[in-house]
């Protein structure tokens, strides 16, 4: 079993919808991060958090420390969103070395 | 540079051959980080260095793998005699202190055939 499980694997959506990815995890951690990955590679920072709730535009992520769960939604999904979207967690040691999950493949519709 | 520039950013190698993959973090960023990524599947950790200092290189698959990072700016990843197994993207990440958020390059697509 994978320390970091990501829900669904993939996920379509029409335009404007709201769309929630989940993330559970089974190791200690210090952080929790949201990554977004686009065809090519590149992979962006959405959030870095520890405890409680986020929100930047119209992207929100919740973690749940005692539950071990975070979750990303997406607000009035728009198809430039359609990406990976990578859970990542921090083990507590004195290093910022990420433990990833598969990933969520999101493609968002017109 | 504005980002993590990361060079060649696609190599394609016969098995046995000798690759160096070259990582440029943002100016300043004391931790440096490899992950390998395989296709349809999350990053995994490869090594890590604070400064010129590697501090954990326990996800290095074998001894064909080789980082280095002598200046504590550019990083290089040197893969001997590679084995089609190692075809993946490698992606450097950069920060500007433990803690603080990660810059991630777009990564060098190997393959080897």
């Known amino acids: 079993k994978n320390e970091v499980e990501q829900s669904p694997q993939n996920l379509t959506a029409q335009e404007g919808e709201f769309i929630t990815i989940n993330c559970s995890y089974s190791?200690?951690?210090?952080?929790l991060h949201w990554l977004q990955q686009h065809p090519g590679g590149g992979i962006v920072s959405l959030f870095m958090l520890s405890s409680g709730k986020k929100k930047h535009g119209r992207l929100i992520a919740t973690i749940n420390i005692q539950e071990k769960h975070s979750s990303l939604h997406i607000t009035a999904s728009h198809p430039r969103d359609s990406a990976v979207y990578i859970c990542?967690?921090?083990?507590?040691?004195?290093?910022?070395?990420?433990?990833f999950g598969t990933g969520t493949r999101l493609q968002v519709f017109p | 540079g504005a980002g993590v520039s990361q060079s060649p950013r696609y190599k394609v190698a016969k098995r046995g051959q000798d690759v160096a993959l070259r990582c440029d973090p943002i100016s300043g960023h004391v931790s440096l980080f490899w992950y390998q990524q395989a296709l349809g599947q999350g990053p995994e950790f490869l090594t890590y260095?604070?400064?010129?200092?590697?501090?954990?290189k326990s996800g290095l698959p074998s001894d064909r793998f080789f980082a280095e990072r002598p200046e504590g700016s550019v990083s290089t990843l040197k893969i001997q005699r590679t084995q089609q197994e190692d075809s993946a993207v490698y992606l450097c990440?950069?920060?500007?202190?433990?803690?603080?958020?990660?810059?991630f390059g777009n990564g060098t697509r190997l393959t080897v055939t």
């Open positions: 990542a967690v921090t083990p507590p040691l004195n290093t910022d070395k990420l433990i």
């Open positions: 190791v200690g951690i210090s952080a």
């Open positions: 260095f604070q400064n010129e200092a590697q501090l954990d």
């Open positions: 990440a950069s920060s500007l202190a433990t803690r603080s958020p990660l810059h």
